[in-house]
């Protein structure tokens, strides 16, 4: 069982490219619940499953990334190259967001509570914002609102009836009214917990945004010092995608030898 249980292992760290066809996400699905069963009750191959979509996100320009890099900059005992290395990771966030969002689908399909699962969303939740940043909150929202909604046909009529209310077709205007009735109506104790611990990190980076612009505009911190803590990115991406005013698609530039050959 344990050499399966890292066969499997290794396929997700290594063996998967960027999903693009059904046919790819079923995959990773389908490897997502081979892992959770093999995982069992043994809490050492839940922490390993952890570490291994972790790996699979984090990346050099990670918000933990850059703050890990800039501490063993600042000790003169650590160079350059060797720091480096250790802030490497994949940076694949389509198969971290699919694999994190399927995690969430069986914990609120099971009729009994998996408190292992539960408790690996939560630490992946907690992971997503340092490992990825804002994106991946975001993204997270959107991904499991729809994992509800999709589970639920009165949850979908009822999300429908307030789209047609706003005549409009808002991916945003989707969220926010999903999230509304998602709590309301997730029958699963512990899948409603792990939307609100989702929704609570989002709260928690805002209020952390707004404090850091308060204290820039009572003149309590240098905007221009480096050192200076700057907010998070969670603003631009709520409401995400379809936010401000329609912006005309930019006319693609004719390819000359010389462009080509810069590519």
Not at 232 to 242: A, C
């Amino acid at each position: 069982m344990s050499a399966e249980f890292d066969n499997a292992l290794n396929t997700l760290m290594g063996g998967l490219s960027r999903p693009k066809e059904d046919e790819d996400i079923l995959f990773l699905e389908t490897l997502v619940d081979w892992l959770v069963e093999l995982c069992g009750d043994d809490e050492s191959k839940w922490k390993s499953l952890v570490l291994a979509l972790t790996y699979k996100r984090y990346h050099l320009k990670a918000p933990e990334a850059k703050m890990s890099l800039k501490e063993a900059l600042a000790d003169k005992k650590s160079d350059n190259s060797s720091s480096t290395r250790g802030t490497v990771g994949n940076g694949e966030r389509r198969i971290f967001y699919i694999a994190i969002t399927h995690l969430f689908q069986k914990l609120l399909n099971e009729e009994k509570s998996n408190d292992l699962v539960a408790s690996v969303l939560d630490c992946l939740i907690q992971i997503a914002p340092l490992a990825g940043g804002s994106r991946d909150v975001c993204t997270l929202i959107e991904s499991f609102v729809g994992a509800v909604l999709d589970s639920n046909e009165s949850l979908m009529e009822r999300n429908a009836q307030c789209l047609d209310f706003f005549g409009q077709e808002s991916l945003s205007l989707l969220v926010t009214s999903g999230v509304k009735l998602c709590m309301d109506g997730i029958q699963n104790d512990k899948a409603q917990e792990t939307l609100n611990n989702l929704l609570q990190v989002a709260a928690d980076t805002l209020d952390e945004d707004k404090n850091i612009l308060e204290a820039r505009a009572t003149g309590e911190s240098d905007k221009d010092n480096k050192d200076t803590a700057l907010p998070s990115t969670l603003h631009v991406f709520v409401p995400h995608r379809d936010r401000g005013k329609p912006r005309k698609k930019k006319k693609k530039k004719t390819a000359t030898p010389a462009t080509t050959a810069k590519k």
